[in-house]
């Protein structure tokens, strides 16, 4: 993983940049979609593009994979300028949008082969490369399967690998998790970092933080067409204070108590937060569950009574709130929480 | 990272790649009839069903226009409906171009290094073929019930001609439609207004027949040329139509199918190139 200040490689200072993007722009009627975004993608790394829903994310994709005509700005892909040399960026992209685009009524194998030989493989290195793909995306029981009765998990590995048929230099992934199960979702981290074990630069889009924290080495924060932020994991989750302890009382009169045993464990000049209305008290923690199981032992002692206790994550919305001052907007969403980051803001998925 | 040789092969120009990306993509196209016969079924069924329904339940009580003299109600009925299979495939083409849109098959395809032009003229290829096996099996179901054409060789070859060449024509509305339309939903309800369109026409029933005005507007109808055009090299025409749409059949059952061309082909082409808008 690369920080700002000691780069992934001693000669990264000369890695050229996968993708560079500059005063994007795009315009939807009155809607601006993309309102001078910029971005710089290192290569061979995997970069995560994060924001709300309607930030500007699957635009900002499109323009970079040259499916729509910027209005202003200007963009390269693995070096070449995407409104001067279209078919020439389109050779060494690979895409898989928003929603997993494969052939619901071939099969699997049918899928790689007919865009193998779509990619002018001719027949036989198409049926040679879509077999070597079904066996690496672990798709060969099911190769001879309508695509169209996969699971959301292998359908969009089926969408990744015909991203990957012609090995591209640079990779689009517009929200390859969204709507996935946790299964599913995993199965996709798993391709999307073997891909990047590979050689391939990986530009993610995602609404969800923890997915750009496990995947991404940089991640650019995206907010009503502009870049917002554009740091390391680390980086961004110090900015918005990283993990957080949560304690509420069931009774209003142990808040002091609860409040004097989460300072004890809480980072130092981090006093903890208390929220007198929902009797909670809450303390950015760095050790979480060494944090977590002294409270809950501390309080236990006492004969407090707690409602309810666990370690909260940062999410989307914490990032937007310290980044613009508001909240990820009315359409926020959240992945359902992993086991042991409780509480938390979650949503229901809306699909854009 | 791979053991196939994923390099370019040997230059090619952009004419070779363009033909060898249509005939892919219509590889794809035919594929997905192969794997889903039922596809044709639903093409075809409404039309064999009507076929059957004029022909068996009606055709006892109905008589041809025209009455004695002419040929039967089945030999009446049997252009119309080889007409209007032709003329609802327009439905057939938006669906499967809205359903590919929709779920981001045209993106995928627009993302590639492919030629832009196949994925419009792969369709345009696939339907016409399409339209060849479902006329094959229309006329076969005539030919079991007894209708024949009563036309030279030349002139039945010709009346296919024509019916394939207004099924040419909307192939062009389909595209253009399915580019347009938001989802495979709103294709189905396309049927509420191609439903009307074929039934004022000359398809079921001469317009002299009909009201005045309406009457008008069905003998002008582009599918009321080429259903006339065909009656007539079939050998059985209709009679009544005196006016000079209806006197020239055949030449407007060419010119309207090259005018649906010359407005709906540029217009599909430049809703896929806007795609990019
Ligand atoms: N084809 C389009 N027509 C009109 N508005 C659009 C179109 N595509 C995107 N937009 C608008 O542009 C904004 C950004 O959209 P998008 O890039 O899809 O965001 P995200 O992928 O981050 O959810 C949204 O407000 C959206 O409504
Ligand atoms: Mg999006």
Redesign the pocket.
Known sequence: MSTPTTPHAPHAQHTPYSVRAEGLRKR??D?R?LDGFDLAVRAGTVHGLL??????????VRVLATLVRLDGGSATVAGIDVAADPRGVRRRIGLAG?YAAVDEILSGRQNLEMFGRLFHLGGRRARLRAAELLERFDLVAAADLTAGDYSGGMRRRLDLAASMILAPDVLFL??PTTGLDPRGRGEVWDSVRALVAGGTTVLL?TQYLDEADKLASRITV?DQ?RAIADDTPDGLKSTVGGDRLEVVAADPADLAAVTEAVARVADADAAPERDMAERRVHAPVTDRVAALTEVARALQDQGVTVEDIGLRRPSLDDVFLRLTGHGAGPSRTEPASEPGTGGGTEAVEVA? | MSTVDLSAGPVRGRFHWAVADCLNVVRRDLTHYRRRPSYIAWQLGFPIISVLLYGYVFGGAMKPPGGEGGGSYLDFLMPGMFVMTMAFGFMNTATTVVSDASKGVIDRFRSMPMAPSAVVAGRGVTDLVVACAELTILVATALVMGWRSNGGFGATVGAFGLLLLLRFSLIWVGVWLGLLLPSPEAAGSLFAVAFPFTMISSIFVPPATMPGWLGTIAAWNPISSTGTAARDLFGYPMPGGTGWIEQHAGLMALLWPLAITAVFLPLAVRRFQNLSR
């Open positions: 939807y009627g809607k979609a924001g709300p829903n309607g930030a500007g994310k699957t635009t900002a928003q517009d929200e889009t995206i067409g854009a």
